[in-house]
């Protein structure tokens, strides 16, 4: 939840660490004993907490839901993107 507070990260390698991560620390620490993993477990909760206070402080737009709507949305078809629109192409003022 915290990352998904956040832009996402340009770098596609930086993206699946910070996708991923989260889901290795579940594993790894679900053989700590119980103290570590309520320690991290509300460390990280307190952590949204305050970014989440801190960022409607200064008036910072949190996007939250709109970048996991993006995470599970469709992606963009790169295709229709560059398919010129309804109209005059944009080379057509020639004479």
Request: aromatic share 14%.
């Amino acid at each position: 939840v915290q990352m998904k507070m956040n832009p996402e990260p340009p770098d596609p390698i930086q993206k699946m660490m910070f996708t991923w991560m989260p889901v290795f620390f579940t594993f790894l620490l679900g053989s700590f004993p119980a103290g570590l993993v309520i320690y991290w477990t509300w460390n990280n909760l307190l952590s949204v907490l305050q970014q989440g206070y801190i960022m409607r402080k200064f008036g910072v737009k949190i996007e939250l839901f709109d970048n996991i709507k993006a995470m599970f949305g469709k992606k963009p078809d790169p295709a229709a993107a560059a398919a010129p629109t309804a109209g005059k192409p944009a080379n057509s003022n020639k004479k």
